[in-house]
């Protein structure tokens, strides 16, 4: 079965990987994939081949945001049925370490989540024609909704888990800075939790117009200096929350200026060794918060999607079909035209 794969950086084939799907069990759904999303991570392994100490070290199918259609179900399967589209959720907690025993599902300790190269052998990923999954990992999508719109569960979860981390933002004044995928769902995430008033920063003029398709207030050009956020740095800071999506330790820095007293950054990018401006975060007593992956968000991320209660169609710049998989992720790598970029799985 034909599945995308990264053998090594820029060493990306479309190849025969897996064996055909054996027979069903009772609670199993098999899925034939239709669209997969391109994610940051997906591009790092495609590029260097890991990151931070992740690495891959056998070839691996990339994705883990992919729907499809359901091709059979077993006995036990009553949700969906032969032909309904899904969304199908990567991340499977085992439900007994101690995290799972805690409910804090996104730390378990044996996690497979596919398209991860973080446990050895690898999971392998949703780029590919067929997967039997458990049925509490496929969600229903309704029509008219596409299967690219459905593959953004996955990250529009991420966003909905990083919202959670901020707390209450009812009526918050919100800073996103960098608007690529995560950052442009950011925004999503933060308006449907009712934040007054959100900013927003890239230094590419297509991120700030996708941005700003997705209703945000503030849509700021930092490409030549972050002087632009000065109004936001006014009387010790204006803004209630940041969510830092870019990754750039220099745009954390000045994220951290634009915080009032008492404010919370939520790190949502993965980036490296950052420096931290200790004095600003006494003074000013900030908190700084991670987030990593998403827990029973997938669920309502399925349902808002699944309702078109949050249109994401315009985030999707392209799609290809997966023989065209290296333009792909060319282009998914090219910020200045292209936010999601979805591979055409069937
Ligand atoms: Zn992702
Ligand atoms: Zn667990």
Known sequence: MRALVIHAPHDLRVEDFFAEVGDLGPEDVLVRM?????CGSDLHYYHHGGFGTVRVKQPMALGHEASGHVEAVGSAVKHVAKGDLVAVNPSHPCGTCPSCQRGAFNH?????????????????????????VPQNRVFKIAAPVSAAEAALCEPFS????AAKQAGDLKGKRVLVSGCG??????????????????????????????????GC?????VSKGAEVLAPYTENRGQIDVVFECSGAPPAMASALQTLRPQGRIVLVGLGGDAPVPVNMIVAKELEIVGTFRFDLEFARAAELISSRTVDLRPMISASFPMAEAVEAFTQASDRTRATKVVINLS
């Open 158 to 161: 991420v966003a909905l888990h």
């Open 217 to 221: 207030d503030d849509c700021l050009d």
């Open 34 to 38: 239709a669209a997969g999303g391109i």
């Open 181 to 214: 995928p995560i950052g442009v769902l950011m925004i999503v995430a933060a308006r449907l939790a009712g934040a007054s008033h959100i900013a927003a920063t890239d230094i590419t003029a297509h991120s700030l117009a996708v941005a700003a398709k997705f």
């Open 108 to 132: 378990c300790e044996n996690m497979i989540f596919n398209g991860s190269a973080m446990r050895f052998p690898h999971v392998q990923g949703l780029f590919r024609e067929k997967i039997s």
